[in-house]
């Protein structure tokens, strides 16, 4: 089933917020490393989740380009759409 992207935003959003235990709202423009306190190890262990949960591979060297929760939704958006 293809997901439009604010399904998928939806659901990528509730998976960071899972995934880094935050019981206030994310929001797509949320720093991963600023606004929701994740540390470097968090986002890569946040980023393999998201690898796993949608079965794409964000390639490494884009990787340290991720910033915002909408970086994410956009990487993986582009890569379902690119299979």
Do not use: W
């Not at 600023?34 to 890569?44: H, N, R, T």
């Amino acid at each position: 089933m293809e997901r439009t992207k604010e399904q998928l935003s939806a659901e990528i959003v509730e998976h960071i917020a899972e995934h880094l235990g935050m019981a206030n709202a994310v929001s797509l423009d949320d720093r991963l490393e600023g606004d929701l306190g994740a540390d470097s190890i968090d986002v890569v262990e946040l980023i393999m989740f998201i690898e796993r949960c949608y079965d794409v591979e964000l390639p490494e060297h884009e990787t340290g380009e991720i910033k915002t929760v909408r970086d994410i939704v956009n990487y993986v958006y582009n890569a379902i759409n690119q299979k």
